[in-house]
């Protein structure tokens, strides 16, 4: 499945998409003259990504769909050198660094270390998963604010209401900020913020 990606020309949204979508949209606007180098976020991460858009429209498209189709590749491939395991389930050997006690416990375990380890890890991901779904979406939106609003008024006291879980007084901090900006950090805080207020207003 491809990722979504949006774009932004200064305070200006300009396409939101898939990759090969946004670069198409971006090289457009660009022949169009675009008032500012564009920035490109991963929509859910707020992690920065590169387009070329060098050459024609025909010829960015072709680049940014190579680029998704490699990165669908490498997620589908896994992270990381394959090694010792069971490939064929999808297991991959790292090196794990325990203390003597650690290895100990471990090895009493039933189906031994690896077996335990990989039922403790399951159990924290379950027992965490909305704490860890909140930090990710904490990181996301502070992640996009700092790239794209730091010359924008109240952003420090937003950020500390965000921070401080008050969605009433970030939401009210940030009417200022330009609309597109504006919009896109709301969304991501509100997947992060408690809904006492509407984020949308």
Known sequence: MSRTVIAFAGPDLVAKGDLPTVARALKEADLRGL?????????????????????????VVARARAQEEAEAAAEQDGDGPRGPGRPRLGVIGREVTLLPRHWEWLGTQPGGASAALRRL?????????????????????YRFMIATLGDQPD?????RAF????????????????????DHARRL???????HADADA
């Open 189 to 195: 805080a509100k997947l992060a913020l408690t809904p």
């Open 35 to 59: 008032p500012r180098a564009p920035l490109v976020f991963d929509a859910v991460t707020s992690q920065p990504v590169e387009l070329d858009l060098r050459g024609n429209v025909a010829t």
């Open 163 to 182: 921070y401080a879980d008050d969605a009433a007084r970030f939401t009210a901090l940030s009417r200022r900020w330009p609309k597109d900006l504006r």
């Open 121 to 141: 890890v399951d159990q924290a991901r379950i027992a965490n998963a909305d704490k860890d779904r909140r930090r990710r979406a904490q990181e996301s939106a």
């Open 155 to 159: 952003l420090e006291e937003a950020m």
